[in-house]
């Protein structure tokens, strides 16, 4: 989302975010934000029915231009996300980095990311 707006020079209060995985993938993992499979991405777009941006189609046109296709600029990407991942400890959030710490709600304890309000990532269970 945070690139999105970069690139394209607005706020995030523009963008929302849709994680869309293949119709058959199960999910390892805990997501807070929205989530739908691929067939059915374009109806949860569509949820969104208030128009924030006007011109969809210089939107299309940027994030085509801003898109990696040099085969080696993307695999050093794909090595450098990789890396990334594989350093994030289970005491760390996995949306910024941020310590996690231990947090009481209204349901008992959870897991949170110390950054709240900022980033609002959770995960039921302990540290
Ligand atoms: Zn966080």
Redesign the pocket.
């Known amino acids: 989302m945070k690139c999105v707006c970069d690139l394209l020079g607005i706020g995030e209060d523009k963008v929302f975010n849709v994680v869309c995985v293949p119709s058959r993938a199960k999910l390892k993992v805990e997501h807070d934000g929205e989530l739908t499979r691929y067939g059915s991405l374009v109806e949860r777009i569509k949820w969104h029915d208030k128009v924030v941006l006007d011109d969809v189609d210089s939107v299309v046109d940027e994030i085509r231009k801003g898109n990696v296709i040099d085969k080696d600029v993307r695999k050093k990407h794909v090595d450098e996300v990789r890396e990334l991942v594989s350093a994030v400890g289970e005491d760390m959030?996995p949306?910024?980095?941020?310590k996690l710490v231990k947090r009481n709600g209204k349901y008992g304890e959870f897991v949170g990311?110390?950054?709240y309000p900022k980033?609002k990532?959770v995960r039921k269970g302990m540290l």
Request: glycine share 10%; proline share 0%.
């Open positions: 959030c949306k910024c980095g941020a990311c110390a950054r980033c990532y």
